[in-house]
């Protein structure tokens, strides 16, 4: 099967959150009986930082564009845009590649080039914190500059995405998806593991992806639910935080804030979710 760009279909959900509102991504992707696709949730990769483990970002793009079935959603914090006049800022832990003189549009540049090989596979970018806060404080909007290189849908803060596995005009199977950049301070497995549990009580939907703890951790909740054909079927919800690309500590480099904190060793990488649309099957591996 060729390498397609997804098709978009978009409409706003009135559901205010945080002065903005859940979007909702319809998205048809052609499949055959035997297609296995793989969904990467790829985010707080945190690039401008020397903290950013840049290395073991682009092995995993490199692995996305070797697999046609591979489909990935931006889950935001993509780069550091933190600026001297914010309190976070530490020059001795900036990457030699960004401009001092011009932060946001150095790191755009960077990320968007570092991102372009797997663009066409991207269903939507999400935006994080990092990219969110720069734009309220340094009037430039990194979000909306990354998607507009990388003609990406931009996914807000937390989007419904309903996946249409579309084989024929009369067989289509739909698995949706919820994701969001999160947010929170949880330290603890335990901790982590109860939002996210709570994210996935929160919304109807067969996939989660939750950002921000720079952890990893996945869940699956069995449920019973009736088929087209009227049958008791059982089926699996399954939910992930979605790790990270930053080390909180890093020998040789100034200490990041992480480590200033105190924090655990982050989960490097990003979990995968395998859907096999003609059995109606997913599931997550971290």
Known sequence: MAKSKPVYKWRALLFPLKEKVLEVADITIPYGRSDVFKLYPIGDTHLGTQHCNEDMLKAKIKEVASNKYARWVGIGDYGEFISPNDKRWDGKCISMW???????????????????????????MLEGNHENMFRVHSHADPQKNICKRLEAANLGATSFINLHFRRSNADCRLIRVVAAHGAGCAITPGAKLTRLQRFMNQYAARIYMHGHVHDIITHTIPY?????????????????????????????????YGEWKNYPPTSLGCPVFTIVPDKDIVRVEG
């Not at 401009?99 to 960077?110: F, G, N, R, T």
């Open 98 to 124: 960004v401009d001092k003189d011009d932060i946001a549009e150095s790191q755009v540049d960077y990320i968007s080039r570092l991102f372009r090989p797997i663009a066409s596979q991207c269903i939507g």
């Open 224 to 256: 019973l639910d009736v088929s087209d054909a009227g049958r008791i079927v059982s089926r699996d919800k399954v939910g992930a935080m979605t790790g990270c690309f930053f080390t909180t500590y890093t020998q040789g480099i100034a200490p990041s």
